[in-house]
């Protein structure tokens, strides 16, 4: 693609009004809000599905191998419209379709949602924040851009922060989408098994009235192990401070001899 192609680009982007640019987050939003005030999320709960598990599971059966792309893009509906119940519709997926099929259809569907809000977010948003951002917003955003790819993979692999805040931010940030969809897919992944394999056995609970261990991510068994890859995701991040760092003493040094 040329200069001239890019650039004509962008001022088509750019001429393009800004209630078109916002209509996808404002749809997006409008959605969240309908949903919550008609209480429709309280459907999304272990009590729930402890009674209709066995309707559900017919449904599931008669529809074959429709039923995980079904729910993987009811999974992506969840997250693009930011509702709760992630957690609880990710044990859902496991105990309904096992552990491999429904890692895939939980994964595909959260990277599917949150690249729906991220884009919305960032046409809406992203890119008047972009043009009239400056000082510590500015330094802050070019800090974040420069390491994206390792910072984002620490904020998927360890949920200090909900996930939607996560969709939104590097939207805000000019992250590229391609970085957006790797490290959300690959960041998600251990968390999401973790929970589907919850999932894959919580029949007996169903039966005798018990709720799965949703806070089973933060046990050191789980969590230990997902800090250990965020260490490993940031250790570019650090070497790269390191070596900067090394360098800049270096001709530090080398000014002074001469």
């Not at 809000?33 to 017919?58: D, N, T």
């Not at 009239?132 to 910072?151: I, P």
Request: overall charge positive.
């Amino acid at each position: 693609m040329t200069k001239a192609t890019i650039n004509g680009t962008l001022e088509t982007s750019k001429k393009r009004p800004w209630w078109l640019r916002a209509a996808p987050l404002a749809i997006l939003a409008a959605g969240t809000i309908l949903v919550l005030s008609m209480g429709w999320h309280r459907y999304i709960s272990f009590e729930q599905l402890r009674e209709h598990h066995e309707a559900l599971s017919v449904w599931i059966k008669a529809r074959g191998i429709w039923a995980p792309v079904l729910f993987g893009l009811g999974y992506a509906v969840m997250t693009a419209f930011s509702l709760p119940g992630g957690a609880l519709a990710t044990v859902v997926g496991g105990f309904f379709f096992g552990v491999v099929t429904g890692s895939i259809a939980v994964i595909l569907g959260a990277t599917l949602g949150a690249s729906i809000l991220f884009l919305a977010a960032k046409s809406a948003i992203g890119e008047f924040l972009r043009h009239k951002s400056a000082g510590w917003l500015k330094r802050m955003e070019e800090g974040f851009r420069e390491d994206a790819f390792s910072y984002l993979l620490t904020l998927r692999l360890i949920p200090l922060f909900p996930f939607w805040l996560v969709n939104l931010v590097p939207a805000f940030l000019g992250i590229k989408l391609r970085t957006f969809v790797v490290t959300t897919f690959f960041g998600i992944m251990p968390g999401s098994i973790v929970y589907v394999s919850l999932g894959n056995g919580i029949g007996i609970l169903l039966d005798s009235g018990g709720t799965p261990d949703f806070g089973i991510i933060f046990k050191p068994e789980v969590l230990l192990p997902l800090i250990g890859l965020a260490i490993l995701a940031l250790m570019p991040v650090v070497y790269k401070r390191y070596q900067r760092r090394k360098n800049g003493a270096g001709g530090d040094v080398d000014a002074t001899d001469t």
